[in-house]
């Protein structure tokens, strides 16, 4: 079941909502169904599987292992 960002387009308020199925999505502050769908900041700022951090070592760039360059033994 994804999780969905939106911006309600009637009062402005901005929400996660899980959707399930044939769910109508509606603000949770007016009831209104009339909402813009926004990218995930998660979805947006994901290259891969793992998110690479400053201090992971980077591994051959691809999983970001933090173990190290080399750690997961993918290459």
Not at 23 to 46: D, E, I, W
């Amino acid at each position: 079941m994804p999780i969905f960002e939106y911006v309600c387009q009637e009062c402005n308020h901005r929400f996660e909502l899980l959707v399930q199925g044939s769910t109508v999505s509606a603000c949770p502050s007016c009831k209104a169904t009339a909402l813009h769908k926004q990218f995930s900041a998660f979805g947006v700022g994901a290259t891969g599987g793992w998110p690479v951090t400053s201090n992971s070592g980077g591994g051959c760039g691809s999983c970001g292992d933090p173990r190290g360059p080399g750690a997961c033994s993918m290459n």
